[in-house]
């Protein structure tokens, strides 16, 4: 089983990045995803939460109207757009899977997210 994220990187205030999660190994489609982030010093917080089908999806009030989380079942990968960062956002990034039924759970490795001012 993998999670692979990729994307991160280094961007100004109010700009733009699109973190990507391919998973395998297992059956994408039975687990729902999620972003968690974790900054220096604090615990690792739940950014966003997308359903199995895409249909439904949850944010943090932090992020909620700058960030958007879909899934393409069909490539195996769940995906974080983020818009209008902000230095408050600096954080590595991990995306996680959990079964519906079993409720195994997985993680990924983490991509950094840094905001300059």
């Known amino acids: 089983v993998q999670l692979v994220e990729s994307g991160g990187g280094l961007v100004q205030a109010g700009g733009s990045l699109r973190l990507s999660c391919a998973g395998s190994g297992f059956v994408f489609n039975n687990y729902v995803m999620s972003w968690y982030r974790q900054a220096p010093g604090k615990e690792r917080e739940l950014v966003a939460t997308i359903t199995t089908t895409g249909v439904s999806t949850n944010y943090a009030d932090s992020v909620k109207g700058r960030f958007t989380v879909s899934r393409d079942n069909t490539k195996k990968t769940v995906y974080l757009q983020m818009n209008n960062l902000k230095t408050e956002d600096t954080a590595v990034y991990y995306c996680?899977?959990?079964?519906?039924?079993?409720?195994?759970?997985?993680w990924g490795q983490g991509t950094q997210v840094t905001v300059s001012s």
């Open positions: 996680n899977s959990v079964a519906i039924i079993t409720r195994w759970k997985y």
